[in-house]
Nanobody, 123 residues
């Protein structure tokens, strides 16, 4: 069974840090782009970062300079280090994969999704 599982979310104070993990099982993700999205209730899902098979990353302006995405190919795991968190970062965070080189703006190409994990930043 193809599956993505996120972990590492929770409650943190403003300016704090969290590290999210996304573990893939049932398939190898070496040739896949991996992206993180987030969603508030009643709002559209927003792409914030992706990492390509070659390790290059693209960030949304809202998180650039504060969030860092990385991946461990051997473990089929992607990470999102979130620093200097703000209350407006509060959302449910999802990881997703797409074959080859896909930017997070092309959300319709991401076919495999995790169940999501809540991140809450208190002011």
């Amino acid at each position: 069974e193809v599956q993505l599982v996120e972990s590492g979310g929770g409650l943190v104070q403003t300016c704090g840090s969290l590290r999210l993990s996304c573990v893939a099982s049932g398939y190898g993700t070496t040739r896949y782009s991996v992206a993180w999205f987030r969603q508030l209730p009643g709002k559209d899902r927003e792409g914030i970062v992706n990492i390509y098979p070659d390790g290059n990353t693209q960030y949304a302006d809202s998180v650039k300079g504060r969030f860092t995405m990385s991946r461990d190919f051997g473990k089929d795991t992607a990470y999102l280090q979130m620093d200097r968190l703000k209350p407006e970062d509060t959302a449910k965070y999802y990881c997703a994969t797409a074959p080859r080189y896909v930017h997070f703006r092309e959300i319709w190409l991401f076919k495999t999704w995790g169940q999501g994990i809540q991140v809450t930043v208190s002011s």
